[in-house]
């Protein structure tokens, strides 16, 4: 049978819909003298049906040839094609009393009312059961979507009236967290409990979930999408009504946030002024230059008109992308740019480098900052971070270089972590070379010292907006962390003009302000999305804020300064540091013994070289890491 159906054209329905049209018609005029007794001066019923057949049947042939009835398809029927038959059952009951005078006879109104009312029924009846055998004909021979409805409101109930006309999907039921309507059937389907779920989904074989409740916010239908694919569910979101006709966008209304948001403090303008001179005409390197920092250096650069300007990456990819966005930037700058793919792990390729293309600058930023990952993953950091800065660094003295900046971080201040302690040490590294080298005869040596940087890639910032954009929870590691903050734009503008400022070994910082509490900046990140925090003074809030303790290596509070001896420099939010380092004898066993370790696989014996040259790190026991909480 379902074969018969889909082999049928659209031509060949319309002929068979007509000829069961015209069946009907008369049948509802044999029904109608079947119940309505004729008066003693009416001709016999024969008669009348010998007449009266051929009549309506020509007269309804051609009413539904012009009202096109027969084309009507059977899923799309509804209101309006009801309208159609109506049409045609009273221009029919016009036609049976004008046929009655012809014949010369008066039948009782009662007589028409009947027969159009019968034409009406019969057909509108007739198509009623058809969509359901043709329903269920395809239903049986083909796979059927099972779906449960999350949501008996109004959505829903136009959302089982639209699948009706939907041979490939079947609704099945309800369920709502509306006690008053648990029990209920609506729209011929039951209205059950959520708490039920697992039960209906088995005792149902439910394929798919729709959630149908578009007032709800974003974040709570993502909490009930995420409790509901776990259980191996295929779950959708309909949007709401306002949002289908255009008068409310069709997107949530999560927005990306502009980091600078968050900074809690003006943003530090730092223009370069004569620091382009170091820059302008040079070839300039930069490590790690399709990373955040990396590729804004690279942008920024490209203002002070380089002559050459060198992209040293390790991920194809990243370099594949930050080529891309600053080709045309480069061209209208008429700045040449290469791209190197390699690591500055790699002694003979670094040399290569920067002998072959006469690098004049090195802008060094690349670096593994992540603290967990650098924290499990020990060695990879120290190799990248330590040894890689080493690397470059002296090559780059070989190489008769004439600046070099190192971009560091504020967890290098008394580390906790192996993160920190890396960057520490890879100070240190550029202290020591910066000790050695005679005044003007090498490379100007000088390093930066970050904070927390706003819109890098696994910064707070891009966190806290996907995880809103789940349902949440946001996690914050502890209610009392803070961490200095600054933007992209700050940390490139910082480096570029530490690098003018340096005379050789300083440390360069920003003014950053106070440190920024990451609890109030969880919450000003959802109240910036139009939603509120979930707690018990705020049980009906959209997102709940949970801590998961610190992890190893982590610290609540960082620090910028180890001794407190900054200066000022000629701009009043840049500082100058210069610290105690490593005497040449002990850099020189260190780095030997961090190679032997690297190469023998030893990261205990690793960590044991950096403890005995940074006093904070593994001076203490770690914090241990507090159990997960959910904001009160």
Do not use: W
């Not at 044999?30 to 007449?51: E, K």
């Not at 701009?571 to 032997?596: P, Q, T």
């Amino acid at each position: 049978m379902l074969k018969l159906l889909n082999g049928l054209t659209r031509r060949q329905k319309s002929s068979v819909f007509f000829a069961l049209d015209l069946i009907i018609i008369c049948t509802a005029l044999a029904f109608t003298l079947a119940v309505q007794p004729l008066p003693g001066d009416a001709p016999d019923v024969q008669s009348f049906l010998i007449v009266g057949i051929p009549y309506v049947g020509l007269l309804g042939g051609a009413l539904l040839i012009l009202l096109e009835i027969p084309n009507m398809r059977l899923a799309d029927f509804d209101g309006p094609s009801m309208g159609r038959i109506a049409a045609m059952s009273i221009f029919l009951t016009a036609a049976t009393t004008v046929l009655t005078l012809l014949l010369g006879s008066s039948l009782p109104i009662q007589f028409h009312l009947m027969f159009g009312i019968s034409v009406f029924m019969f057909m509108t009846v007739t198509r009623v059961i058809l969509l359901q055998v043709v329903l269920a004909i395809y239903r049986r021979g083909e796979k059927v979507c099972r779906v449960l409805i999350y949501g008996a409101g109004t959505t829903g109930t136009q959302l089982v009236q639209a699948f009706r006309a939907h041979h490939d999907i079947d609704p099945v039921a309800f369920v709502d967290d509306n006690h008053a309507l648990q029990g209920l059937t609506i729209s011929g389907l039951p209205v059950m409990t959520p708490v039920r779920i697992q039960e209906i989904v088995k005792q149902r074989r439910i394929d798919r979930v729709l959630l149908a409740i578009p007032s709800l916010s974003p974040p709570a239908q993502a909490q009930i999408a995420r409790r509901l694919q776990k259980m191996g569910l295929e779950v959708q979101t309909l949007p709401s009504f306002s949002q289908l006709i255009g008068q409310e966008a069709l997107i949530d209304k999560l927005q990306t946030v502009n980091p600078q948001a968050f900074l809690n403090r003006p943003e530090v303008e730092t223009p370069l002024g004569e620091g382009t001179d170091s820059y302008k005409g040079k070839t300039v390197l930069v490590s790690g230059a399709g990373g955040s920092i990396g590729s804004e250096l690279c942008r920024q650069l490209l203002e002070c008109r380089p002559k050459k300007l060198i992209l040293f990456e390790l991920s194809e990819f990243a370099l594949f992308t930050v080529e891309q966005e600053l080709r045309t930037l480069a061209t209208d700058a008429g700045v040449e740019v290469s791209l190197v793919l390699g690591s500055v792990t790699d002694p003979r390729q670094v040399r290569h480098v920067l002998a072959t293309h006469g690098v004049q600058v090195v802008l060094h930023a690349a670096a593994y900052k992540h603290v967990s990952l650098v924290q499990q993953n020990p060695l990879a950091g120290i190799a990248n971070n330590i040894l890689g800065t080493h690397t470059l660094a002296t090559a780059a003295v070989a190489a008769g270089v004439e600046r070099f900046t190192l971009i560091s971080s504020d967890k290098a201040v008394r580390p906790k972590g192996v993160m920190g302690a890396s960057k520490r040490f890879a100070e240190m590294v550029i202290q020591d070379l910066a000790s050695r080298v005679p005044d003007g005869e090498g490379p100007v040596f000088s390093m930066v010292r970050f904070g927390n940087v706003l819109g890098s890639s696994g910064s707070v910032v891009p966190i806290f907006h996907e995880q809103i954009q789940k349902g949440g929870p946001v996690t914050v590691t502890h209610p009392h962390v803070k961490r200095f903050f600054m933007t992209i734009q700050e940390a490139a503008r910082l480096v570029l003009k530490a690098g003018a400022m340096a005379e050789g070994g300083e440390v360069f910082l920003l003014d950053m302000g106070e440190p920024v509490s990451i609890f109030k900046l969880a919450t000003q990140a959802i109240e910036a999305t139009g939603y509120s925090v979930k707690s018990e003074a705020n049980p009906d809030g959209d997102i709940e804020i949970k801590f998961i303790g610190l992890r190893e290596g982590e610290k609540l509070e960082e620090e910028l300064f180890l001794d407190g001896s900054e200066k000022p420099t000629a701009h009043r939010k840049i500082f100058r540091v210069r610290e105690r380092s490593l005497s040449e004898i002990e850099m020189a066993s260190s780095l030997r013994g961090l190679r032997s370790a690297l190469a023998s696989g030893d990261s205990d014996r690793a960590l044991d070289i950096i403890a005995s040259r940074i006093s904070s790190f593994r001076a203490q026991p770690q914090e241990e890491p507090e159990s997960v909480t959910t904001l009160h």
